[in-house]
């Protein structure tokens, strides 16, 4: 999750690190349904607007000048659900 969380932070379009995310987090206990969004749009267009896509790539913003350690907390934050 973090690998992916991170890809998405340099990435902001990422749809692959957006995607895992969302099955991550968004859908942990429904991969059908994961799968079911996954195949309704193209390119992982179905998760970037899944929450915890969304709370990173505001956070991505606010924070674009971040340094190593103050992005890891971001990133580690939004999985986790700590501020």
Do not use: C, N
């Not at 990435?11 to 099955?23: P, Q, T």
């Not at 991505?60 to 659900?81: E, K, N």
């Amino acid at each position: 999750m973090l690998v992916a969380a991170l890809r998405l932070w340099i990435d902001k379009g990422g749809s692959l690190a957006a995607a895992e995310l969302a099955r991550l987090l968004d859908y942990p206990d429904r991969p059908d349904d994961w799968l079911a969004a996954a195949l309704s749009e193209p390119r992982g267009g179905a998760f970037m607007g899944a929450s915890p896509v969304v709370e990173l790539l505001e956070r991505r913003g606010a924070l674009s000048h971040a340094g190593m350690l103050q992005t890891l907390d971001a990133v580690i934050s939004v999985g986790f659900g700590s501020a």
